[in-house]
């Protein structure tokens, strides 16, 4: 079997900016590329999965990167890294999170890693009890009083509103303003087992399907909206107009910059273990 032959599982999420970007790859219109068997989880699955080697090829946290890169390497391209599009801790009210009881989605996230960096440098004393829960239960928690303030991600940056709460914190205007680099989000990973030449065709099918996405966004369109939960059409066209950009079609310097940036300063909290040297090394 050559490599173009060979079926590779690949697990993302349904998020507009996933769906946009693997549309023409997993329907078969990059030439030469893998085919993929599909499947959708959230995050926080997909980060299990790969503590356990569950799959091929999934997207993950890079917060989840110092705990699998033996087995998985970092692929240098189909991520989310950018600019004005990090996390935000919303309140009903405002004020400061000193003893506070805070949800979050998951406690393996780039989310969470940047509020415990965010909190450490900004709030006085310690944050009160962490809670998970499903992401979508979030913001009705904090509008309920179930818990004080929530950490949210991806569109709840633009319906927050409809839901009466503050943002009390931008955790990415955070990051920026203290770093200068973009804001690592999440990676596409894949087994180190699968070899240097299909490692290296899995990313260069990546970028041949962001390329394609970018050319032709109405081609992808059905696929996104397919598996947008309902989501308004508009509100996925803002979603995935932050979350694929430049970095996605390759890291480059700042995003490799960027995301050892940000696991050094986990590694030095303790939030992380430590990066080796060459553990970002593609392929």
């Known amino acids: ?31 030469g590329a893998p085919a ?43 991520g989310a890294l950018g600019r004005g599009c990090g996390p935000l801790v919303l309140t009903r009210e405002p004020g400061e999170l000193t003893g506070r009881t805070v949800a979050v989605p998951s406690e393996k996230s780039t989310a969470y890693l940047l509020f415990r960096l965010w909190a450490a440098d900004v709030v006085p004393g310690e944050v009160g009890e962490i809670v998970v829960m499903p992401f979508h239960e979030i913001m009705p928690a904090v509008r309920d009083g179930k818990v ?52 290296t065709l899995l990313a260069d099918s990546i970028r041949g399907s962001v390329r394609a996405a970018w050319d032709d966004p109405e081609a992808a369109r059905p696929y996104v909206m397919a598996h947008a939960q309902e989501m308004d059409p508009a509100v996925a066209d803002q979603h995935i107009g932050l979350y694929v950009n430049e970095f996605t079609a390759d890291l480059g310097e700042d995003g490799y910059a960027a995301v050892r940036g940000l696991l050094t300063r986990a590694a030095a909290e303790g939030l992380v273990p430590p990066l080796g040297p060459d553990a970002l090394r593609f392929p």
């Open 36 to 78: 993929l068997d599909v499947t959708f989880a959230d995050i926080d699955i997909t980060n299990g999965m790969a503590e356990r080697g569950e799959s091929d090829v999934l997207k993950v946290s890079y917060a989840v990167l110092p705990h699998v890169l033996d087995e998985y390497a970092l692929l240098p391209c189909g």
């Open 148 to 199: 004080d303030a929530g950490l949210v991600i991806h569109e709840a940056r633009f319906t927050y509103q409809d839901y009466g709460l503050h943002r009390l914190a931008d955790m990415g205007e955070h990051w920026e303003r203290t770093t200068g680099l973009p804001i690592p989000l999440g990676a596409i990973i894949a087994k180190r087992s699968l070899g240097a030449r299909t490692l």
């Open 1 to 31: 079997m050559t490599v173009e032959q060979q079926r590779l599982g690949i697990v993302y999420s349904p998020c507009p900016n996933d769906t946009f970007v693997f549309d023409a790859l997993a329907h078969g219109r990059v030439p």
